[in-house]
């Protein structure tokens, strides 16, 4: 390319410093520059520090980037490309372009080809050569060679899948539709063909590049293009800051819809999400399942890496709590990672956390909002901040007793998991609505066994994102039985009598009518689930003959805000005091970044 395009494309880049001591060359003088085994574009640089350790401030300055976007850019149009084999000559008028009075030249440089097969057996074979001729002689005055072994950067780390759900994973598409979700139950495996080499290889002992390995879980709506690069980009960012250990993504098969980022208006993304309402669903119900296919995958690196480092975005976290989860159950005395930072997770805190403030705002599902309305739960003797001040709990009760007593809106699983064998058939169950009878036992939250399987956990929350307060939202219409297109996700306590619905081939409405009533004198209800006229079956883990990752994604709505929107917990180590919400400053400086690369900077003298 002739113009680096945007700040972010610095991070592609290097520093290099060419020093000649004297610029006052003669006419019959010049400079040769030739690319041996490799191409690399050479571009202005702006620092003035001779290559030190801050040669890269570019990186993370604000404005030492705008002076070097503006020198690579405004050197009248100039960049010196050399493709493989290709020399370039400066005369005078050129080095006094490049070089300052002191015979420094500071540019930075990206690759354009690879090094070829040739500099892995000797790595002599591929360098850029620095030669200054005097033109009335065929050989050079001097030469010195800045040796170079440039990689795409998919060989400095691991991308693995559980699949993909894009029709067409290797390109954009302007034409190309919405797809669901759709995960087939595989096992986690590295993509192929795929290279495995540390960006440090030859600058550190082998044994210091194993101590780590960090892995990348993505969120909901991404296509596999876009994955890549989501991926890419945290491994430079990552390498930049000084991370020496090696570096992997896992992608999933999440569903996708165009929903372009400039798209700010309100009623253009609420026609789109109309007509996807079940996408972000499927995508949670796939997300959970891959879950402890990932455990299975994490546990092997155990055995490799000495600390295991898992971030997650958005979704993603679902990926991994559901691992986490699955992991504590088969291993309480063992790690599966050594710290799990969650980065404005779509996973309901109060899995975490029982004890958490409900949603800010009147619990209403949109399909028992008649009910609210018309109850003492809404109207409270004419009162008019009676519906604000109707939290989640109280919703939930007040619309049970109100509502004939049968217990059918859902219960909150996420807080309380709480479930009895029932002849080998596992029940979620809940008691009447009193405070007594409602008492969550400690510790029964549906993450409450997740801290015995990471070292640290650490959320990084937004309170602010736009894409949490829709999750909230999306909350408010579980059960998924409005849905264009999609199932009858349903839930009630009763057992169902099917058979007369369908032998009157009653229209669906039926499905209304014929509850047995069946509340047992104990007082405690168990729940059904059901898709369409199907009972889903519940289990304690999710695995492939039950329906768990449905249930919890399609039926039962979060009564907590998001993990990703707030404060779960606070804790302090012997490293640093941290809360959760600023989880990343103790993520970095103790368990990652301790190592701040001293010189970054090639040199040429």
Not at 91 to 96: A, F, L, M, R, V
Not at 246 to 261: K, V
Request: glycine content about 6%; charged content about 20%; some cysteine.
């Amino acid at each position: 390319m002739k113009t680096i395009e945007s700040y972010r494309d610095l991070e592609d880049f290097a520093p290099l410093a060419i020093r000649l001591g004297n610029t006052e060359f003669g006419a019959h003088y010049t400079l040769r520059l030739k690319a041996v085994g490799v191409g690399i574009n050479l571009f202005k640089g702006s620092w003035n520090n001779d290559g030190d350790r801050v040669a890269h401030a570019y990186i993370n300055n604000n404005s030492e980037t705008e002076k070097q976007i503006h020198a690579a850019n405004n050197t009248n149009g100039h960049v010196i490309t050399l493709p493989a084999g290709a020399t370039k000559v400066l005369d005078p008028t050129k080095i006094q372009r490049y070089f300052d009075n002191k015979g420094i030249g500071r540019f930075i440089f990206e690759g354009v080809s690879a090094s070829t097969a040739a500099c892995s057996s000797n790595a002599e074979n591929c360098y850029l050569s620095v030669m200054i001729y005097d033109n009335q002689q065929t050989e050079p005055l001097v030469e010195r060679k800045v040796y170079l072994d440039l990689h795409d950067v998919k060989d400095f780390y691991l991308q693995a899948t559980a699949g993909s759900a894009d029709p067409d994973p290797t390109a954009p598409s302007q034409n190309q539709g919405s797809f669901n979700a759709n995960y087939t139950g595989a096992d986690i495996v590295p993509q192929t063909p795929y290279v495995r080499m540390n960006v440090y290889k030859g600058l550190d002992k082998p044994e210091n590049l194993k101590k780590d390995f960090t892995m990348l879980v993505h969120g909901w709506r991404m296509r596999d293009y876009e994955i890549v690069s989501f991926v890419e980009t945290s491994f430079k960012r990552m390498y930049w800051s000084g991370y020496k250990g090696e570096f992997g993504g896992l992608s999933w098969p999440t569903g996708w819809f165009d929903l372009p980022a400039h798209e700010y208006d309100f009623s253009d993304k609420l026609f789109k999400l109309i007509f996807n309402l079940d996408n972000y669903n499927n995508s949670e119900a796939a997300a959970r399942r891959v879950g402890p296919k990932f455990a299975t995958w994490l546990s092997g690196l155990n055995a490799i890496y000495e600390n295991t480092h898992i971030i997650a975005h958005s979704m993603g976290n679902v990926v991994v709590s559901e691992a986490l989860r699955a992991h504590a159950q088969q291993n309480t005395d063992t790690n599966l990672v050594t710290s799990y930072t969650a980065a404005e997770a779509a996973e309901v805190a109060g899995a975490y956390n029982q004890n958490l403030n409900y949603l800010q705002h009147a619990f209403l599902p949109l399909e028992y909002l008649p009910t609210l309305l018309f109850s003492g739960c809404i109207i409270d003797g004419g009162n008019p901040n009676a519906l604000n001040q109707l939290e989640p709990e109280s919703s939930w009760r007040c619309y049970n007793n109100d509502n004939d007593g049968d217990y059918d809106m859902p219960p909150d699983l996420y807080r309380s998991n709480y479930f009895v064998d029932n002849n080998g058939q596992m029940e979620i169950r809940h008691g009447p609505t009193t405070d007594n009878a409602m008492s969550v036992p400690e510790g029964n939250a549906y993450y409450a066994s997740n801290s015995t399987a990471v070292g640290r956990i650490l959320n990084y929350h937004n309170s602010e994102d736009a894409a949490l307060n829709a999750w909230e939202m999306n909350q408010l219409t579980k059960p998924d039985n409005l849905v264009l297109g999609g199932g009858l996700w349903k839930y009630n306590n009763v057992i169902k009598n099917v058979a007369v619905c369908l032998d009157n081939r009653l229209s669906i409405d039926c499905d209304e009518t014929l509850w047995l009533e069946s509340i047992p004198q104990d007082g405690i209800v168990t729940s059904v689930f059901r898709l369409n006229f199907n009972n889903l079956q519940w289990g304690n883990t999710i695995a492939e003959d039950n329906n768990v990752a449905n249930i919890l994604a399609h039926i039962i709505p979060a009564r907590t805000r998001a993990m990703g929107q707030g404060v779960i917990n606070t804790v302090t180590d012997n490293q640093c005091p941290v809360r959760l919400s600023a989880a990343v400053i103790c993520l970095f400086s103790h368990l990652i970044f301790q190592n701040l690369r001293l010189n970054s900077a090639a040199r040429v003298s």
